[in-house]
């Protein structure tokens, strides 16, 4: 218990800290369970309370991005957010894939390790567009539908990566199953559930609370992966009222998501086996790789390679997901090195994307005075 | 009048964002975020970097008043409603902070209705709100009071009312 209490304690001061300094708050709870455990004297260890708190904000972190995937909303620009997601995907699984595999991690954890070095941290790039005030910008459009792109690749992932040796047509038909059901509650029981959620007493909340509570249970009983059941969840209760969904949601969301990645921190050993030089290259290349695939992107949709960089400075941070994936089926070795990666990525990313506007303008004044000076007098 | 083309777009994970562009080119585009904040952008013509502002929900309700020609002295806001189906019936919805004049009176001493046709909807007191104050309301010291009316009413309750 003590050690929960800790934990959220230097999370206030952190979260404090960090919004003050709008800087993102992801690396920092990190590095708080990296110092406060294993590297430092063991403050925090994981328990039990600690290991049920984590779980529940890995599955309300999910439910979440399940409810933001509405269906209806199909992007106006289609074959746009198809080619900059699957050049995203294709650069990043690739060089991801190949660095880790010739670093020598096996092929199950190469592959989980191009996973998470693939998939941005969609909360620290809407955060970062909102406070950098880049909104208005096109390719700012681009980083948004990026994001829920990539969101709807990691339900894939999980799919095909909790699947295992199970025999796969039996896994997909019991998932297909638990979909169509969770689709018929929320089709059939619509009012009902709107009939809930308009309430002012504490049966919306303890509602939403039971529901994704029992669907991580339901479908762990049946043998489905629960992550990719309570996305679906998300996606079914967003066809009633997903802003009340996400309203009674966050509490949980927000506090039981802080533990999960104080405790990830702990998980995390630097000190014992860390091979420094794996580290530091997964993090470079995970900079570098996310720049060639914004340049493609750029170059392809905007016709800029400015464009290409301001969508490289918004999607380098890589987070909740990345530690996600990480969690569930990562190797400590894995997760150390992902955590790295984490944390690198997303102070470089934060940096870039506030200063994004900066290196744009330096890039065109100096081709513009090179052009100048080329010029034959 | 031209139509003005409006767009307006959900942004998954962000919020809706209006965007149009005016008839000089120049393009203003409002983005209304999950967070509750209101940012506004304009990009003038021929520029690349627009310039922002971030709003909370009330700076952003004011600025729309600024916007749709209400008067705003320093602390005293107005909001004109066309109600174009009514015969183009225009309500004034005015605040006045009470002046000595009124303090220590009732409504129904003041006349108002009587003098000037304007209504008292509510007054605001120690920031809490009086809505429908009856007839035997009493003005204190430091109260703002609603008023409602045609922009004629609203004008005389001010020059009756307000000052004697």
Known sequence: ?377 | MSAMALRSLNLPGVGTKYEFETDKGDTVAIFFTKTGAVQMYTLQKGCRTPSAAEMSPVEARRLGNILTGAIIEADQESVEIAFSALADLRITIHTFFVTAAVVGKTIEDLQIRAKTGATVIAVCRHDRNIINPPPTFVFEEGDAALVIGESDQIKKFEREIMVN
């Not at chain 1, 959220?8 to 952190?14: A, G, I, K, Q, R």
């Not at chain 1, 539908?145 to 796969?168: K, P, R, T, Y």
Request: aromatic share 12%; charged share 10%; glycine share 8%.
């Open chain 1, 1 to 377: 218990m003590e050690s929960l209490i800790v934990a959220l304690f230097v999370c206030l001061v952190l979260a404090l800290v960090t919004k003050y300094l709008s800087i993102p708050a992801i690396p920092f709870y990190i590095l708080a369970g990296v110092l406060l455990g294993k590297a430092g004297g063991g403050m925090l260890t994981n328990n039990e309370i600690s290991q049920f708190f984590s779980e529940m904000g890995l599955i309300f972190l999910l439910f979440f991005m399940g409810l933001g995937l509405k269906p209806e909303r199909i992007a106006s620009n289609r074959t746009a957010v198809l080619t900059s997601g699957i050049i995203d995907l294709n650069v990043n699984m690739i060089i991801g894939f190949a660095a880790a595999y010739l670093l020598g991690f096996s092929f199950t954890e190469s592959l989980i390790i191009a996973s998470a070095f693939y998939i941005s941290s969609t909360a620290m790039a809407l955060t970062s567009l909102i406070e950098n005030r880049k909104l208005m910008l096109r390719e700012s459009d681009t980083v948004i539908w990026l994001m829920v792109f990539e969101d709807l690749v990691l339900i894939i992932f999980l799919a095909l990566l909790s699947a295992g040796n199970q025999n796969l047509i039996i896994f997909f038909a019991k998932i297909l199953a638990v979909l169509g059901i969770l689709y018929a509650l929320a089709h059939y029981g619509k009012e009902f559930l709107i009939s809930i959620l308009d309430r002012d007493d504490e049966l919306p909340i303890l509602f939403t609370f039971a529901a994704v509570l029992t669907t991580a249970s339901f479908s762990m009983y049946l043998g489905v992966p629960e992550t990719m059941m309570v996305i679906a969840l998300g996606v079914a209760f967003a066809t009633t009222d997903p802003d009340a969904f996400e309203q009674h949601a966050r509490p949980f969301k927000d506090v039981f998501l802080v533990v999960f990645f104080v405790f990830f921190g702990v998980t995390v050993d630097f000190s014992g086996g860390a091979n420094w030089f794996v580290i530091g290259a997964i993090s470079i290349l995970a900079v570098a790789s996310k720049l060639i695939s914004g340049l493609l992107t750029g170059i392809f949709i905007h016709d800029s390679a400015l464009s290409g960089l301001e969508i490289w400075a918004n999607t380098i941070a890589r987070g909740e997901f990345s530690i996600a994936l990480a969690v569930l089926y990562g190797s400590p070795l894995v997760g150390t090195t992902i955590a790295a990666m984490v944390i690198v990525t997303s102070i470089v990313g934060s940096f870039m994307a506030k200063y994004s506007g900066i290196l744009r303008r330096g890039l065109v004044s100096h081709s513009r005075h090179k052009a100048l000076t080329r010029r034959p007098h």
